[in-house]
């Protein structure tokens, strides 16, 4: 039986969207942060076998942000223009073959050199995803439906540590090569392989998705464009002077404070804890602890977050647990009591990710989003060059891990000074208001 558009449950079409798009996107997104957890485990004897300083390590971690950083806003225009499918495949195809490629760094030079093409490779592909949701999912549902997709980002880490700490173990030697130049082969290939089946089965937007029914595709697109509203009448030479808005500016100042604390975080622990004596599987293990007590934090603060229509104070809130975690690292009396803090920083750093980007993407939409989001992921992530650099920094002139912690956490504390200045947003308002009415 047919149904009108005034008919449909736009919550049941949102599920149908998240089960359809979620097992293959997800995955990809893994693939992605996954690279972060092996470059971690890799320096834990690639540093070693090829000279590199804490410094020459912490520099070539971070410099992959500033290629990737400048070329994001580039790309998620052309993305928005080619469509998700195209674009997305083409990032996972390029950054699969530069990835394998790390195997045969040798030298300072050429770690470099492949930090920053492989940063040049990805740009846009997080933003990308965070951009092809609003075509799909009303601001209502974004936060929990992000947390979905971002959940990936913890999930790299408590899977990848401990397998990244087996590969170091059994196939060192193996066919020639060091077990860290397996990790880059390892996590190549898999990238190249979903990147096809991105460009085979993603679709473009909802007029692309036939197991919706032309109802359910009507429903979700007057959703979205009441929720657009004067928006997306907006013209593509109008968008661009939004670039250098002060909010927009703003927005990307916060994120760098909330991205400090957790590549910080997730490019040295391999190495703090490699440094406590553990044999490689065993800092496999312990370090995939924090990342698990984040992904559980992620899924249900997201959910509090969207049922009370509030993603700007849970962000703050987030925010400050990520702070008190790492201003409790810095005095830990012991291992065990620094994992404990460090579960607890990770918790308020993951968590905050997808309220953040409900509350940045409430009151944008079409080539506007686009470069709105690229811009604040693009000035965010320059922590990965800033929060990696910084703990080497330290680390070289102290000698200690212990004095980056408190530094780290004045990124969180950054975030909240810039959001609680900032305040609501007008969508923001709204849903809170609408979360506020008892149901009838």
Request: hydrophobic content about 55%.
């Amino acid at each position: 039986m047919n149904q009108d558009a005034e008919e449909i449950d736009i919550e049941t079409v949102t599920r149908k969207v998240s089960r359809r798009l979620m097992p293959l996107l997800v995955p990809c997104y893994f693939l992605a942060y996954l690279d972060r957890v092996n470059l971690g485990f890799a320096a834990t004897t690639m540093n070693e076998d090829l000279g590199f300083s804490p410094l020459v390590y912490g520099w070539g971690s971070g410099i992959f942000f500033l290629s990737y950083a400048l070329l994001e806003a580039p790309s998620n225009y052309i993305l928005h223009r080619v469509g998700a499918r195209l674009w997305i495949s083409r990032i996972m195809l390029s950054w699969g073959l530069i990835s394998a490629a790390m195997a045969f760094v040798s030298s300072e030079a050429s770690f470099y050199v492949m930090r920053i093409l492989l940063g040049a490779a990805e740009a846009g592909f997080a933003p990308g995803l965070v951009l092809y949701f609003t075509y799909w999912i009303p601001s209502g549902q974004r936060a929990r439906v992000l947390a979905l997709l971002l959940f990936a980002l913890p999930v790299s880490t408590v899977l990848g540590a401990p397998l990244s700490g087996l590969v170091l173990s059994c196939a060192e030697g193996l066919w020639g090569f060091k077990g860290w130049q397996w990790l880059f082969v390892l996590e190549g290939a898999p990238s190249i392989a979903l990147g096809l089946l991105v460009y085979r089965f993603l679709p473009d937007g909802p007029e692309d998705a036939q197991w919706l029914s032309a109802a359910e595709r009507r429903a979700l697109r007057q959703t979205l464009d009441r929720e657009a509203g004067a928006h997306r009448r907006e013209d593509d030479e109008a968008v661009w002077p939004a670039l250098g808005e002060a909010r927009t500016l703003a927005l990307g100042v916060a994120y760098f404070g909330l991205l400090l604390a957790l590549y910080g975080l997730n490019m040295w622990l391999p190495q703090i804890i490699a440094s406590w004596g553990l044999t490689p599987i065993e800092a496999g293990v312990t370090t995939s602890g924090p990342f698990f007590c984040g992904a559980i934090a992620m899924l249900l603060w997201s959910r509090r977050s969207d049922r009370l229509g509030d993603p700007l104070r849970h962000t703050i809130l987030a925010a400050a647990v990520a702070a008190a975690g790492l201003l409790g690292a810095a005095i830990a009396p012991s291992p065990l009591t620094s994992i404990l803090v460090l579960s607890v920083a990770a918790s308020g750093a993951l968590a905050m990710l997808p309220t953040f980007w409900a509350y940045t993407t409430a009151s944008v939409t079409g080539t506007r989003a686009a470069l709105t989001i690229a811009l604040v992921n693009s000035i965010g992530n320059l922590a990965g060059f800033a929060g990696p650099y910084l703990v080497g920094w330290i680390k070289y002139a102290t000698g200690a891990y212990v004095w980056a912690m408190p530094a780290l956490a004045l990124g969180p504390l950054l975030s909240i000074l810039v959001l609680v200045m900032l305040g609501p947003t007008r969508a923001d308002e709204i849903a809170t208001s609408a979360a506020s009415v008892p149901d009838t």
